[in-house]
């Protein structure tokens, strides 16, 4: 660029500045120059590298030394070289300092002092000691300027960046389906750090199919579909210094960087791959988007099975007898939901077989056999309700039914099953023996991911349960009215739910065996003290704490129960 400002023709100056190469100096730096003007007896301009004047908008018309012969090319010379040019002509002394930002020089800043043609000699060079003073004073001011105009731009870009964050994530909730949330992030990825960003959803059989890119991206000839396996070690190495690691991407040829972040509770139901430069900004921004966005799916899972647990509450209470219009209502409905053009849902029952619903005929072209197979239109869950009774639940389509489908089909059977089980799974076997229910509640599978973290990260995880007598149903219903009274107890990282029907589980997050048996005895004596306005007598707790030996919440809440002691809470 020097040799390109050392040939400029000086009649022919740019006339439009990018935003990028203006100079922007804060109100103060103007007030400082204008007293230098006044208190040294000089003008001061500052010209950008093009010599188009910086211009101060309350300011009036500039001194113009830029104009003058000579002038122009001795700032050329100085921004070529970037040192101080201070010279003496035309009854005029003035000096050019060169202006830096960071290293690069960005402007020069001109003072000139005119002196009369009749003056002394001697004075000249007292003209050359207030021009090289005054230069000096003032570039380290507007040098400094710049500094902190780039700090603040920093800062400001920073916080409108948090301000669109936190908006993002405030309208998660009103997008209309799971793949427009993902979509909104893919944008989110590229206007806010130009990142390259690719959307994986998970298939039926486990695999991971490409479903978002850039609009107008160059489509990978690989990487489409990412199997189950290859999946889980994307995800355990997290990040790639290089691309180039992942050939079978598509990635091939690329030095990015390369980011792979998991959205899902459970499991991963989506990938996010972010590749480009990385910084910590881009990774702990992302990083807890997914999080967030893990818990905005399972929320919206949570809906659709509350919406179908609404319209069978609406309906089976007068049908407790006589399920099939019940089901056949219900899933009329699922067929319609997912566009499918019928199914069918069947219980069975040792080795026998019952309509529950059957909507449209089935398909004839084998591919019933191949449900497991997401390039069929068949989808086909099977939902145990004893150890020998389930229902199965078919769907069939001329099209493709996808991930959409299948969570709506799942949604409809968690909602469904705890009733069929109630209504139709504890018949009686041919032996006469009546079939235990066996349903794991929703607060279990929360223990159980918190048994997942405490193995993950090493951390410490106790478990008190607390129950009224078996034979007490008026207990029972007192106990659980002290919800209330129980949770000012609890740390707010603890968590407070039912299981195994009746009990209250208290989940101590990072608690040894001692915390445990601390929290157990603070719960009874506070029971105790409130015993008597609420008629409770008795009541059974037990603790446990995570280990090798027992490290699933079924483990957990076996062995609470094992260790369970029946306190009366009457001296």
Same mark, same amino acid.
């Given at each position: ?465 607390? *129950? =009224? ?6 207990? /029972? &219903? #007192? +106990?659980? !009215? %002290? ?31 001692? *915390? =445990? ?6 719960? /009874? &004596? #506070? +029971?105790? !003290? %409130? ?32 260790? =369970? ?7």
């Amino acid at each position: 660029m020097a040799d390109d400002l050392h040939n400029l023709d000086m009649g022919a100056r740019p006339t439009v500045l990018f935003m990028s190469d203006q100079l922007q100096f804060s109100p103060a730096a103007w007030a400082l120059l204008e007293i230098l003007q006044q208190q040294a007896g000089v003008t001061v301009e500052v010209v950008h590298v093009w010599l188009h004047p910086v211009r101060q908008i309350s300011s009036g018309e500039f001194a113009g030394a830029i104009d003058e012969p000579g002038v122009a090319e001795e700032v050329l010379k100085a921004i070529r070289t970037g040192e101080v040019r201070v010279e003496t002509a035309h009854a005029m002394t003035f000096g050019v300092f060169p202006l830096r930002r960071a290293r690069e020089v960005v402007g020069c800043l001109i003072v000139a002092r005119r002196t009369p043609g009749e003056n002394r000699p001697d004075d000249r060079t007292s003209d050359v000691t207030i021009v090289e003073r005054t230069g000096a004073l003032a570039r380290t001011a507007l040098e400094s300027d710049l500094v902190l105009n780039a700090r603040v731009n920093e800062s400001q870009a920073l916080t409108r960046r948090l301000h669109g964050i936190l908006r993002f994530l405030g309208q998660l909730g009103s997008y209309d389906s799971d793949r427009d949330v993902m979509h909104a992030v893919l944008q989110a990825a590229t206007v806010w750090f130009d990142l390259d960003c690719r959307i994986y959803e998970r298939q039926v059989d486990g695999s991971f199919l490409l479903t978002g890119t850039l609009p107008g991206a160059e489509q990978p000839a690989t990487g489409a579909r990412i199997d189950a396996e290859r999946a889980e070690q994307l995800l355990a190495a997290r990040r790639y210094p290089s691309a180039g690691d992942l050939d079978d991407l598509g990635l091939t040829g690329r030095r990015d960087e390369v980011l792979l972040l998991p959205v899902g509770i459970r499991r991963p139901e989506w990938i996010i791959l972010l590749a480009g430069a990385l910084d910590q900004n881009a990774e702990l921004t992302f990083s807890a988007i997914a999080r967030v966005l893990g818990g905005e799916l399972q929320a919206r899972d949570r809906a659709r099975i509350e919406r179908w647990q609404e319209r069978l509450d609406a309906t089976a209470h007068d049908a407790q007898r006589a399920p099939e219009p019940v089901v056949q209502g219900l899933f009329e409905a699922l067929v319609a939901e997912v566009g499918a053009d019928g199914g069918r849902v069947t219980l069975r029952k040792s080795g026998a077989e019952r309509a529950l619903a059957a909507i449209g005929s089935a398909p004839t072209n084998g591919s019933a056999a191949r449900s497991g197979d997401q390039n069929t239109g068949v989808l086909a869950n099977t939902f145990p309700l004893s150890r020998l009774t389930e229902v199965r639940m078919e769907l069939w389509s001329s099209n493709v039914l996808g991930r959409s489908a299948t969570m709506a089909a799942q949604a409809w059977g968690r909602a469904v099953r705890p009733w069929l089980a109630e209504t139709v799974a504890g018949v009686a076997d041919a032996s006469g023996r009546t079939e235990p229910i066996v349903d794991v509640s929703a607060f279990e599978r929360r223990i159980q991911e918190e048994v997942e973290r405490a193995k993950r990260f090493h951390l410490g995880l106790g478990l008190v349960l607390i *129950g =009224a007598s078996p034979r007490d149903e008026e207990e /029972r &219903e #007192r +106990l659980h !009215a %002290l919800v209330d009274v129980i949770r000012p107890e609890l740390r707010a990282s603890d968590l407070l739910g039912r299981v195994r029907g009746d009990r209250m589980a208290v989940v101590l997050v990072h608690a040894a065996a001692e *915390g =445990a048996e601390s929290v157990a005895l603070r719960l /009874r &004596e #506070r +029971l105790t !003290a %409130l015993s008597e306005h609420v008629a409770l007598t008795t009541v059974q707790m037990g603790n446990a704490v995570f280990s090798a030996e027992c490290a699933s919440a079924d483990a957990l809440i076996s062995q609470a129960l094992r260790h =369970a002691q029946e306190w009366s809470l009457r001296n």
